[in-house]
């Protein structure tokens, strides 16, 4: 009997130490693979050259998204529409519809923009008198 138990406990030594061998080579994975290794501060610094803008689609829908783009590309988007920092914080101005008629307003962040749209209103300031010239009758 006694030579059994010492088996027993030779036996549970070797499966403990393989165990805390296997739990160390996951654990050295883990590390190498996550964000937080010491890879990750090579990731970093070429995100610091990335600029976030609210971005201008040109879908009716979802007219703008946040993107992170370049710094060398900040001007370019700038040019077509877009805005400088994420698309929460911006403000847009809508063309609003009421019983009184259109009036221009100012929403703030892409989730009141898309409110507005679904319910008529159109991004972009109203342009008061447009379109009119006048009665269009004979001058005398």
Same mark, same amino acid.
């Given at each position: 009997?006694? =030579?059994?138990? /010492?088996?027993?406990?030779?036996?549970?030594?070797?499966?403990?130490?393989?165990?805390?061998?296997?739990?160390?080579?996951?654990?050295?994975?883990?590390? =190498?693979?996550?964000?937080? /290794?010491? !890879?990750?501060?090579? !990731?970093?610094?070429?995100?610091?050259? &990335?600029?976030?803008?609210?971005?201008? %689609?040109?879908?009716? &829908?979802?007219?703008?998204? %946040?993107?992170?783009?370049?710094?060398?590309?900040?001007?370019?988007?700038?040019? !077509?529409?877009?805005?400088?920092?994420?698309?929460?914080?911006?403000?847009? =101005?809508?063309?609003?519809?009421?019983?009184?008629?259109?009036?221009?307003?100012?929403?703030?962040?892409?989730?009141?923009?898309?409110?507005?749209?679904?319910?008529?209103?159109?991004?972009?300031?109203?342009?008061?008198?447009?379109?009119?010239?006048?009665? /269009?009758? &004979?001058?005398?």
């Amino acid at each position: 009997m006694r =030579a059994m138990t /010492g088996g027993r406990g030779v036996r549970a030594g070797l499966v403990a130490c393989a165990g805390a061998i296997i739990f160390a080579i996951a654990a050295s994975v883990g590390n =190498a693979v996550s964000p937080t /290794g010491n !890879h990750s501060a090579s !990731h970093q610094y070429q995100y610091d050259k &990335k600029v976030t803008i609210c971005h201008r %689609t040109g879908s009716k &829908k979802h007219p703008f998204v %946040t993107i992170r783009v370049s710094r060398r590309a900040v001007r370019a988007h700038l040019a !077509h529409g877009d805005r400088l920092g994420p698309c929460s914080q911006a403000k847009f =101005a809508v063309c609003h519809k009421s019983r009184r008629g259109k009036d221009t307003i100012k929403v703030s962040g892409v989730r009141a923009l898309h409110k507005h749209l679904r319910h008529g209103d159109r991004l972009g300031s109203c342009r008061k008198g447009h379109g009119k010239k006048g009665s /269009g009758g &004979k001058r005398n």
